[in-house]
């Protein structure tokens, strides 16, 4: 990363920072924690600084925040299936006119014709037979060469991803933060065959380095 994207980078967690500094203490520890653990900021950089980009599993709307902070020209909808996300979303960032947020299931409703798409942490929740068919519903609503950033965890190294299904036992499982009944992760070298198959050229971006979990993001650009 060059210095003008290290501080444009700082410059966005300072706006968050200050953005949250209105909120409840819980909602603060949640954006904290988040930061600490995932690297959701430099995934900001990848995104067109222009045009409309679709929040696939947006939750409470931290990345689509993000976006927007990173370039106020972007257009952001936020889609999520869990009804309290999407209100908590619209209560936190709402009021903010280029960001919108509704409640969506992603494998079931249409998506509208967009400039690119984030899907953030949402794959492994939702079953394998369901991945394809997102891909390709994320292909059609695109046009060439449009961006599709997939973040996901990778099943490599070994001790991240054990460590991570432990972790998300205690969020999906226990304490009921996220919705979801089991988890539905897939190796790299799958993952990359089926997007592949949707029609996407990709290049795998390893983040997991200094993390204790195995971050990994699929930069995919609609084929032509
Ligand atoms: C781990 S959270 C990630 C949230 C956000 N992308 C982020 O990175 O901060 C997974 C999100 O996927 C959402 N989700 C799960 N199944 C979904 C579906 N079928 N349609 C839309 N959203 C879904 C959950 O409600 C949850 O908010």
Redesign the pocket.
């Known amino acids: 990363m060059n210095q003008i994207d290290s501080d444009r980078l700082k410059k966005i967690e300072k706006d968050i920072r200050d953005f949250y500094r209105q909120q409840s203490w819980l909602v603060r520890l949640y954006q904290k924690i ?1 930061f600490k653990i ?1 690297p ?1 900021l430099p995934l900001e950089s990848y995104f067109p600084p222009e045009g409309t980009i679709l ?6 709307g ?2 689509s925040l993000i976006l927007y902070l990173g370039s106020p020209k972007r257009k952001i909808i936020g ?4 009804e309290k ?1 999407i209100e908590k979303a619209k209560e936190l960032v709402g009021s903010i006119q280029n960001l919108s947020f509704t409640r ?4 079931q409703d249409d998506y509208p014709a967009v400039d690119a798409v ?1 899907l ?3 794959l492994y ?2 079953p394998y037979e369901t991945h394809l068919h997102i891909f390709k519903k994320v292909n059609d609503c695109l046009p060439p060469h449009g961006l599709f950033l997939l ?1 996901e965890m990778d099943t490599r190294p070994r001790w991240k991803y054990l460590w991570n299904i432990l972790q998300e036992t205690l ?1 999906v499982k226990i304490i009921g933060f ?3 009944s089991r988890f539905y992760f897939r190796s790299q070298k799958d993952m990359l065959l089926l997007l592949n198959q949707a029609g996407f050229q990709t290049k795998v971006i390893n983040l997991h380095q200094g993390y204790w979990y195995p971050h990994i993001a699929y930069l995919c650009h609609k084929k032509t």
């Open positions: 988040k995932c959701l929040d696939l599993g947006c939750g409470q931290l990345f889609v999520d299936l869990d996300k969506q299931d992603i494998i984030a953030i942490d949402v929740l939702l973040k969020a996220t919705l979801g």
